[in-house]
Structure formats: C-alpha cells, structure tokens
C-alpha cells in the first residue's frame, strides 16, 4: 500500500507543479491560484465527512479501486484537453473540485486502513511513515515533471499523473484487507458521532486549536509556491519545481524522524514547538530575496509544517477508538477543507493588493502571536486555582 500510494503521488505532484506553472505563468494572479488550490481543497469540507464516516461502513478495499479508477480517468482527461491547449484557470478549478470529491471520499478509506496494517504501539511511526510518502513524492515529483516538462510539454507531465493510479489499484488487489465491522448508522448521525467525541476528549480539543490555527494562518502559502517562484523570484517551470522539492525534503526529514522525536519529547509537546516555529520560518520564507535564499527557507517550513500536521493526524489516530476513526478524521478533514479554501482565497485578494512577499511574512507573524497567546492562556489556567 505504501508503494502504490507513493507511486500515485509522485503522479500527483507532476500535475501539481505542472498545473501550478501553467496557471501562475498564463494568469499572473496569485488570485487565480489561490481558486484552483481552494477548489481542490473544498471537496474535504463537503464530502470528506461524508468519506469519513462511510470508511466504518463500506469495503475500503472496493472504495480504493473505484476512487483509483475515477481519478485516472479525470487526470488523462485533463491532459486531454490542456495538450489542446484550450484548458482555461476557471476550467481547471472545475475539475480540480470534480477530483477532489472523489478523493475527498476515498481518501479516509486510506487512513483507516493503515491502523489495521501495523501494530498499535508502532501506529505514530507509521502515520509518519505515510505521511512521508507523500512528501517523498513532492521532493521526487517536481523533478520529473520540470524533466515530463521540457521533454514533452505540460501535457506530458499530466499524462504521467493519470498512469499513476494504475499503482494504486495494483497495490489493492494484492494487499490482504482487514476490516473490523463496522456500525450501520445514519451518515449525519455518524459525523454527529465524531465531533461528540472530538469535543470530549482533551487531546482533540487542544490539537484542533492549533490545527485551525495553522490552516486558516498558515497553510495557504503551499497554494502559492508558483506564483512566488514565478512572478516574485523571476523563474520559471524550473524555479517552481525547486520550491515545491525544496518543501517536500523538509517535510519527508520531519516525516521520517517524527516516530523517534515523540518517543523523546511526546506528541502534544511536538505538534506545540512545530507551530511555534513554522512562524519565524514563513516570515524567512517571505522576505527571502533570491530563490536560493528562499530554497532552504522553505525546507525549514516544510520541516515544521511536516511536524505540525503529522502531530495532528497522529493525535486523531491515537485517540480514536477503532470503531470511530473514520468518523473522529471526518472532523480533521472538515477543518482542512473549509479552512484551507477561505485562507487562500483571503490571501491571495490579499497578495494581489499588497504583495505576495508581505502576505507569505505576515501570516507568519500572526501565527506566532497566536501560539504565544495560547501558551500564556493554558499558563494562566495552570496557575488559577479550582474555584
């Protein structure tokens, strides 16, 4: 599973970047990427939950297969018609939104296979583990596609993310499933079930503070790493694929290191220091002047940001009860696809009036002063006695 999931990532990056360039490079509004990025981000809000909760009752091995089959399909008609050379942005956006449902739906089906994949003690270090797949394909996939790029166009890096899937449903059909049964309830009576729980337990409610914090402030920068290479550093296809890796090694170090980090220091005490500094790294990140000086700058928050949103998944999974992940990651996948959208598109309004280098700075800024206002309050609760 995580060889095919990782082969169809690499595919999705190459459409990521090859998209993000064609659009940044034919548009030169950070607006314009700030719609597709909202676009393929809002299915999380409308069918995730719905995903999620389908994922304790579906066979996740028939929902892998499907999804994996559709969105193939979807990628090479993409291909199809930017290789006409008539795919317009608000075109684009569309089938953006249509390929985000269908992974909005199976992707839960994914998360809640992997805890029935390892043992339980070894579960944070593979919520890494995956999540370092996923950004191995970021580091690996831009370099391909900037190769697909100039050997064949951007068609050809787009072609190369629709033969992807193919990985995905070859991993399925050899993977034996186990699936515990799950409970037949309404699906609107299941999401009730997940946020219940979310409110009730102490390590949800304390993550989804920073997890909201970190979407709204912070992430919307990942939807603007072309424009930023593009239309603020001077570059072109090439300097948009050094970004996007330059992330991806970053979040595959935090990744890959996040299972023994915890062990040490615990997973509250990460995700927090991950916050903490994804922050002061934005604000490098933004005034950074050269795309050499921004290049490492953007390792580092991709370093953080990797911490931060694997110590989110890894709270969810931990804290769920096996009967009720599917319905607990609805909350998280609701969260990211309404958050995410709306800071974008806030943001990039925003980049276009004022500048990209002044928005990517000051979400930085305000992301600090929201942790440090969250630490001084949880201090001062610590220190008032019971009444």
Avoid at 227 to 255: I, Y
Avoid at 284 to 305: F, M
Wanted: net charge positive; proline share 5%; aromatic share 8%.
């Amino acid at each position: 599973m995580w060889g095919g999931a990782l082969v169809s990532n690499i595919g999705t990056w190459m459409e990521t970047v090859a998209l993000g360039y064609y659009v940044a490079d034919s548009t030169g509004k950070a607006s314009w990427s700030a719609v597709v990025a909202a676009a393929g981000f809002l299915p999380g809000a409308i069918i995730g939950p719905v995903g999620s909760a389908m994922a304790d009752r579906l066979r996740r091995r028939r929902v892998l297969a499907t999804g994996s089959v559709l969105s193939g399909l979807i990628a090479a008609g993409l291909a199809v018609w930017v290789g006409t050379g008539g795919a317009t942005p608000l075109g684009i956006a569309l089938v953006a939104f249509l390929a985000g449902c269908v992974s909005a739906f199976t992707f839960p089906s994914f998360q809640t296979t992997l805890p029935t994949l390892v043992p339980r003690d070894q579960l944070v270090a593979a919520v890494g583990l995956s999540n370092a797949q996923w950004n191995i394909g970021r580091v690996v996939g831009p370099a391909l596609a900037a190769l697909a790029i100039a050997v064949g166009g951007i068609q050809a890096a787009l072609w190369c993310n629709a033969a992807s899937y193919l990985a995905v449903c070859m991993a399925v059909a050899l993977v034996s499933f186990h699936q515990p049964p799950g409970e037949r309830r309404p699906v609107f009576g299941a999401l009730a079930d997940g946020v219940r729980f979310a409110r009730s337990s102490p390590a949800m409610r304390s993550m989804l503070v920073l997890m909201v914090a970190t979407i709204a402030i912070a992430s919307p920068f990942i939807a603007f790493v072309p424009q930023m290479a593009t239309n603020v550093l001077g570059g072109g296809s090439g300097a948009t694929s050094l970004l996007v890796t330059a992330q991806g090694v970053g979040a595959v170090v935090a990744a890959f290191t996040l299972g023994t980090v915890t062990q040490r220091f615990g997973l509250p005490r990460v995700m927090l220091a991950a916050v903490a500094a994804l922050g002061p790294m934005l604000v490098a990140y933004g005034v950074a002047p050269s795309i050499w000086l921004a290049a490492p700058a953007l390792a580092l928050v991709g370093l953080s940001y990797g911490y931060a949103f694997t110590s989110f998944a890894g709270i969810a999974q931990q804290a769920a009860p096996d009967a009720l992940r599917g319905r607990v990651l609805a909350v998280n996948s609701f969260v990211l696809g309404v958050l995410y959208p709306v800071g974008a598109l806030l943001q990039g309004a925003l980049a276009d009036s004022i500048g990209l280098r002044w928005v990517t700075a000051g979400s930085g800024v305000v992301l600090l002063l929201v942790v440090a206002m969250r630490v001084a309050r949880s201090d001062r609760q610590v220190l008032v006695p019971a009444q």
